[in-house]
């Protein structure tokens, strides 16, 4: 079957999640036949060298969702295109207000979170009205660099969308297939200029298939401080600190003057983190120049930088303990949701590195003995809905007994696996899949 040689799929099984390859080898073959269909020959041709999901489609590497951040553009000129390109919601976006294209070509640069391969770049299907016939961007050219992000650049590949084609993906193959760190992406023209038309250039999403490499996270790859811009109270403003414990990760920060809790947790290599009782996820990672970059899924979709610096805040070794952001929630009547809880893949057995946070739910119960609590299972929407709550169930499971032969009260802890019923981001990209799959600590009260 097409692609079915070629199922690369890495999943460690985050937060009580039906991994990637938890579908079971009938649905995966189906879905990965139906895929190199919708993709066309092209795909075929290069099927050994594209990496797929649970599902059978092509993962695209090229969004916030894979760990792929700007990191050399001008947040005024080229801000929103590089938002389109990576936001990984196949809208549209208006990208110029000009209906004959972008005055000058938009060019804006990507690093990647690993080395990547591309076999094939797409676009996903237009509208034959509204945005975006006629009026989407003519010109896609796809540079990448194993070096840095200002020099060695060789092009990766350069097409035309065609103006002509609605209701299918366009599907493009790599002319150049070199593992490549930074990619610099460049947008020009217009399908149709005509400066009488009253819509601007919009552009729509660009994925990037291909492999990638593990991405490898050191032990305290997550464990600094950064500026994340603007505010004031000294301390030069808004700042996050973030502290890393195996696939745990705890923290505080300021913004506007007003603290501010984190609770997140590490799978395959990004970090996915809450603030205070927000429930809308961040994905984020460390670049190459130690800055956080990250991007809240699901809402606003709203881009975190921050460069390395900031005066300490109350997480900062040596001042007091950062809180407990299980605790916290569980005073304040609310579900803690709580990540880094990662379990081997289609199995319910739970890997070492959750033990910190495992334990951050174990030391928020011993304090409050009477206290009765339910440990939540909650996926994706890949594989049947019966499966994955069978799947959640297992996992709540095993973490209740883990924390009941750790000393929790038997009587105070039930397991309850919710399966994919109660996404808190959309389960149409990576990034919101990965969101969706976690552990909630839901008190009764």
Same mark, same amino acid.
């Given at each position: 079957?097409?692609?079915?040689?070629?199922?690369?799929?890495?999943?460690?099984?985050?937060?009580?999640?039906?991994?990637?390859?938890?579908?079971?080898?009938?649905?995966?073959?189906?879905?990965? =036949?139906?895929?190199?269909?919708?993709?066309?020959?092209?795909?075929?041709?290069?099927?050994?060298?594209?990496?797929?999901?649970?599902?059978?489609?092509?993962?695209?590497?090229?969004?916030?969702?894979?760990?792929?951040?700007?990191?050399?553009?001008?947040?005024?000129?080229?801000?929103?295109?590089?938002?389109?390109?990576?936001?990984?919601?196949?809208?549209?976006?208006?990208?110029?207000?000009?209906?004959?294209? /972008?005055?000058?070509?938009?060019?804006?640069?990507?690093?990647?979170?690993?080395?990547?391969?591309?076999?094939?770049?797409?676009?996903? /299907?237009?509208?034959?009205?509204?945005?975006?016939?006629?009026?989407?961007?003519?010109?896609?050219?796809?540079?990448?660099?194993?070096?840095?992000?200002?020099?060695?650049?060789?092009?990766?590949?350069?097409?035309?969308?065609?103006? =002509?084609?609605?209701? @299918?993906?366009?599907?493009?193959?790599?002319?150049?297939?070199?593992?490549?760190?930074?990619?610099?992406?460049?947008?020009?023209?217009?399908?149709?200029?005509?400066? @009488?038309?009253?819509?601007?250039?919009?552009?729509?999403?660009?994925?990037?298939?291909?492999?990638?490499?593990?991405?490898?996270?050191?032990?305290?790859?997550?464990?600094?401080?950064?500026?994340?811009?603007?505010?004031?109270?000294?301390?030069?403003?808004?700042?996050?600190?973030?502290?890393?414990?195996?696939?745990?990760?705890?923290?505080?920060?300021?913004?506007?003057?007003?603290?501010?809790?984190?609770?997140?947790?590490?799978?395959?290599?990004?970090?996915?983190?809450?603030?205070?009782?927000?429930?809308?996820?961040?994905?984020?990672?460390?670049?190459? =120049?130690?800055?956080?970059?990250?991007?809240?899924?699901?809402?606003?979709?709203?881009?975190?930088?921050?460069?390395?610096?900031?005066?300490?805040?109350?997480?900062?070794?040596?001042?007091?303990? /950062?809180?407990?952001?299980?605790?916290?929630?569980?005073?304040?009547?609310?579900?803690?949701?709580?990540?880094?809880?990662?379990?081997?893949?289609?199995?319910?057995?739970?890997?070492?590195?959750?033990? /910190?946070?495992?334990?951050?739910?174990?030391?928020?119960?011993?304090?409050?003995? @009477?206290?009765?609590?339910?440990?939540?299972?909650?996926?994706?929407?890949?594989?049947?809905?019966?499966?994955?709550?069978?799947?959640?169930?297992?996992?709540?499971?095993?973490?209740?007994?883990?924390?009941?032969?750790?000393?929790?009260?038997?009587?105070?802890?039930?397991?309850?696996?919710?399966?994919?019923?109660?996404?808190?981001?959309?389960?149409?990209?990576?990034?919101?899949?990965?969101?969706?799959?976690?552990?909630?600590? =839901?008190?009764?009260?």
């Amino acid at each position: 079957m097409y692609f079915r040689s070629m199922m690369m799929i890495a999943c460690s099984g985050l937060a009580i999640a039906a991994c990637d390859s938890d579908a079971g080898e009938a649905t995966s073959a189906a879905a990965a =036949e139906s895929s190199a269909t919708e993709l066309g020959s092209d795909a075929r041709a290069g099927e050994s060298e594209i990496t797929l999901d649970a599902e059978g489609e092509p993962i695209d590497f090229l969004t916030y969702g894979a760990g792929a951040f700007p990191v050399r553009f001008d947040r005024e000129a080229q801000g929103t295109a590089a938002g389109a390109v990576l936001d990984g919601r196949l809208g549209y976006t208006n990208i110029s207000n000009s209906p004959t294209g /972008p005055e000058e070509p938009i060019s804006f640069i990507v690093e990647l979170p690993a080395a990547t391969t591309f076999a094939m770049f797409g676009i996903p /299907p237009q509208s034959s009205f509204g945005c975006c016939s006629g009026a989407h961007i003519n010109t896609v050219t796809v540079e990448g660099s194993a070096t840095s992000p200002d020099d060695g650049f060789q092009q990766l590949g350069k097409f035309r969308v065609d103006p =002509e084609v609605y209701d @299918e993906k366009q599907t493009f193959p790599a002319e150049n297939r070199m593992p490549v760190r930074w990619v610099r992406v460049t947008l020009e023209g217009r399908q149709v200029p005509d400066p @009488e038309d009253y819509r601007g250039t919009a552009f729509t999403e660009l994925f990037g298939y291909g492999s990638q490499e593990a991405i490898e996270v050191a032990d305290d790859q997550f464990t600094g401080r950064w500026l994340t811009g603007g505010g004031s109270g000294g301390g030069n403003g808004n700042r996050i600190e973030l502290i890393q414990d195996g696939a745990l990760v705890t923290g505080c920060g300021m913004s506007g003057g007003n603290a501010y809790t984190v609770s997140g947790g590490i799978e395959n290599g990004l970090l996915r983190y809450v603030v205070d009782s927000d429930t809308v996820p961040i994905v984020a990672v460390i670049n190459s =120049e130690n800055q956080l970059s990250g991007a809240m899924i699901g809402r606003s979709f709203g881009r975190v930088i921050g460069e390395p610096g900031g005066a300490p805040t109350s997480c900062t070794p040596g001042q007091e303990p /950062p809180p407990n952001p299980v605790a916290t929630a569980l005073d304040q009547c609310r579900a803690a949701i709580v990540y880094g809880i990662n379990f081997d893949v289609d199995s319910a057995a739970i890997r070492p590195d959750a033990e /910190p946070a495992l334990n951050q739910i174990l030391a928020a119960l011993a304090d409050r003995p @009477e206290m009765q609590v339910v440990i939540e299972g909650h996926t994706d929407s890949d594989a049947s809905d019966q499966y994955n709550l069978d799947l959640s169930q297992r996992r709540a499971d095993s973490v209740v007994a883990w924390l009941v032969d750790k000393g929790a009260g038997a009587g105070n802890v039930t397991a309850l696996g919710k399966g994919e019923g109660e996404p808190i981001a959309d389960n149409e990209t990576s990034a919101g899949k990965a969101s969706n799959r976690r552990v909630e600590v =839901e008190p009764s009260c």
